[in-house]
């Protein structure tokens, strides 16, 4: 049955979700990820409301190339916590997904523990948008699950490439899983990525592959030396874990709650909170833009002309984007 516009009670939906009732949760993600304006009207002043509930939760951000061991990790390491008594949010953020469509079903079935766990809750990223879009809903739908009570958020990005930045740049702390055997795969890391990087961890360290686990983590050790830390207050460690076998995620979750007692002396850890809320709007501010651009009847006619002169050469970018602006009434 379709969410009706008509036959939702905002008051009575916010007291649902901040008893932390699971329907209630669901419901309110999937008004913010609808595209219908009556929709997003309710959602804009559903997260107004509950915006005092939020902020609460520890956001960490993981990441990894195709086959390291994310979903078995975060599985396990979930798992962990509800075990001691965290509630866990699990949120993809997916920009291939706008190709290949998202899969509830996936996400569940590679975290199968958690998916069956009572103070769990998987969702994965909006199947369709542009990565900005992706982003925008899954910051929402990060904000709901605090208002629902849940104290840990996880994001996995399941894609690859701007993805990576995007998720750290809406998390606290930012973990990159790597695959033993550094080698080859040390050539190929992205310098980016071990810029944004609060902590390395080498998976698959068990059996056969602890060995190698243990080589690459001096290796990429190596790499970090060469590296200004991002901050004073913390230099990434880089440990060996395994997700399968549950070894090391202690010592994982321990260092995340380290940095996450310096920063939060220093000042560091609001500050960048504030510093993403601030970087947030404008990254929606610039999204609306664009789509009134392409929406607004006086500028989407001349903006497909533009775009053909463009292409074909006639006219240069930047008097194409002249007058554009000129037609939005902004000045050079």
């Given at each position: ?11 009575t ?14 419901r ?15 959602a ?42 965290h ?14 469509g ?7 079935t ?7 766990d ?22 929402e ?29 809406m998390?606290?702390?930012?973990l ?16 980016g ?13 068990d ?13 990429y ?40 007692t310096r ?21 929606m ?14 500028t ?33």
């Amino acid at each position: 049955m379709t969410t009706r516009a008509k036959a939702i009670d905002p008051e009575t939906l916010a007291a649902d979700l901040k008893a932390g009732k699971r329907a209630a949760l669901a419901r309110a993600i999937t008004l913010v990820e609808s595209r219908k304006p009556e929709h997003r009207k309710i959602a804009k002043a559903l997260i107004q409301d509950l915006l005092p509930m939020t902020g609460k939760a520890l956001r960490l951000g993981i990441t990894g190339v195709p086959g390291v061991g994310k979903s078995t990790t975060i599985d396990t390491l979930g798992s962990n916590l509800t075990a001691a008594g965290h509630k866990v949010a699990v949120l993809a953020v997916d920009p291939s997904s706008t190709r290949t469509g998202g899969s509830i079903l996936g996400d569940k079935t590679r975290m199968a523990r958690l998916a069956i766990d009572p103070s769990a809750y998987i969702r994965p990223s909006p199947s369709a948008g542009t990565l900005g879009g992706v982003a925008a809903k899954t910051r929402e739908t990060m904000l709901l699950c605090e208002a629902a009570g849940f104290d840990v958020i996880l994001v996995e990005t399941v894609g690859i490439g701007q993805s990576e930045t995007t998720v750290a740049d809406m998390v606290d702390f930012f973990l990159v899983l790597m695959l033993p055997g550094a080698g080859d795969e040390l050539q190929g890391i992205k310098k980016g990525v071990l810029e944004i990087a609060d902590m390395i961890a080498v998976n698959k360290a068990d059996g056969d592959g602890a060995a190698r686990a243990r080589t690459a983590a001096s290796d990429y050790r190596a790499a970090l030396h060469i590296l200004a830390p991002k901050s004073p207050d913390w230099t990434p460690p880089v440990i060996t874990v395994s997700g399968l076998a549950n070894d090391g995620l202690d010592t994982l979750w321990e260092q995340v709650l380290l940095y996450r007692t310096r920063t939060e002396a220093s000042g560091a850890w609001q500050e960048k909170r504030s510093r993403q809320q601030v970087a947030w709007m404008w990254d929606m501010l610039q999204q609306r833009m664009t789509e009134a651009l392409k929406t607004n009847k006086g500028t989407a006619e001349r903006l497909k002309s533009l775009e053909e002169s463009v292409r074909n050469g006639t006219t240069s970018v930047s008097l194409a984007v002249d007058e554009l602006a000129g037609l939005m009434g902004l000045g050079e």
